[in-house]
């Protein structure tokens, strides 16, 4: 027996069960609806743009399912992971096999094993090692080999035969300066990195694949699609999380539960909620978050998705909906109810978010420009363009990322503002977040030969460096 339920956009609620599983009592399907649409009310952001005889089947797993590679000692673990290239995009032209074979220009951060590491990009390195073993595109085995044995037919590939523009998806709120905006639908390409993070799914399809993992492998019409030991293996923790990961944010005596995450399978997170083992995952792209959690020793499964504003917001809303979900499943009394679920996490913790204005912006133009205009380049990640427009700012072309640079009082360092269908990403309420570009190594002529590119606000961890005349994706 299992029992899934699913949530859309915090707008539609599914309440889905196998033919022989516990249907869900009206009692409890009308306290989880009530307890969604206060928050919908409450927060006021959260928007379902289309008309409701499409409300049906639109929704979207962005799930950005990293990886580790557990038994291969002579790689490493942990290595670079930054989304500024991400946000960049890369050329249609680049096939997966030739990003996949420029991975090893990504810089090592550690030894192996010595640290657990989000790794997005070693997810795009999983779809193609399974193109290569499938003999068949990623998109076609996922397909053939997913989303057909397992009936979720309503399933597709974000960018590659659905569009976020199309009628059938949830339309992508942001939220841009203090307004929610619907975002430019180019950056929802990933190309080539869609194993990371394009499936698009409705909360029906996710259901099945809940479903599917609870059941160990097995699909709902009770094909056995995988060894129950492998799902075992994928669902169980393979390393400790990193000890920054460990401290739980929601835990007692703060508050009145603990939710505690602590190790990592194969893109799952293991966890404890108020004692009981739960697996998850979350993931997201932009306005797209989604949060898919199974409570396996109960065959339960919840899904909750949004389709903005993508802020930490979301991620607040989504936890409270799970706890609250959670413990009417568990037979607990909610911690959080309609009462005082708007005000989360008051009263138990009172913080403000922190302002992230960086002060380090000087006025005044950028001395000599000259030293700094010119192509830089990444191996794998390609090249910033740094020139002059018009009226002689110096400008920043990195894809779909395009900005300005402002100064510092740091001799070459420089911020980057960002401006295009990615501002979004750096305007937060009246705050607004610069990308580090620090040029360094001048030649005799004053000109910058490097560019390191950092954005610790969002959320990159490493700095990546870029080359002056070094080769665009070489080979
Ligand atoms: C997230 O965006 C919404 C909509 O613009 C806004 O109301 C909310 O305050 C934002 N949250 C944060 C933490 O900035
Ligand atoms: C948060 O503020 C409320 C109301 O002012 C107060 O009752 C509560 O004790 C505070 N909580 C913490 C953790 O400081
Ligand atoms: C140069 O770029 C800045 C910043 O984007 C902009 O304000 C200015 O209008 C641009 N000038 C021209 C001539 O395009
Ligand atoms: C950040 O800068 C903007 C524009 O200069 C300003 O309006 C805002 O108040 C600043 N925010 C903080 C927290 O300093
Ligand atoms: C910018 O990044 C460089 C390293 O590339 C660092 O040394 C510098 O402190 C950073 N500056 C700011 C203002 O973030």
Redesign the pocket.
Known sequence: MSTVLTLLCLCSLTLWTTADGKVFTPELTSKIEAFVDNLIQCRGWWVCPWPSSKATRPGLEGSDWRTKVPDDRSRPLRLFNTNVPQYAGFPDTLTRKEFTSQLRYLPMATSPRDAWSYNNWMYALAGRVAEVMGKASWEELLQTRIYQPLQMTDSRVLGHDVQVTDNKMALPYVQLGNDLVLSDSSMYRIWPEEPAGAVASTADDMARWMSFNLQGGVTSQGVPLLDKKIIQDILSPQIIVSPAFLKPKIKRP?FPATFNSFGYGFGWFSASYRGYQVTWHSGGIYSYISYVTLIRDLNIGIYISTNGPGNSSSSVTYNEVFYYIADLLLGEEPWLTTANACQFP?????ATSQASNNSVIVPGTIENPQFYEGDYNNKLFGDIKISRNGSGELVVDYGRLTGMLRKTSGSGVLMMEVFGPMRFLTRRGDDTIYINMTFTDPDRRGRYQELHVSAPDLGDTDILLYERNSKYWEE
Do not use: T
């Not at 008051?346 to 009172?350: A, E, G, L, S």
């Open positions: 703060q008051r009263p138990w913790n009172n």
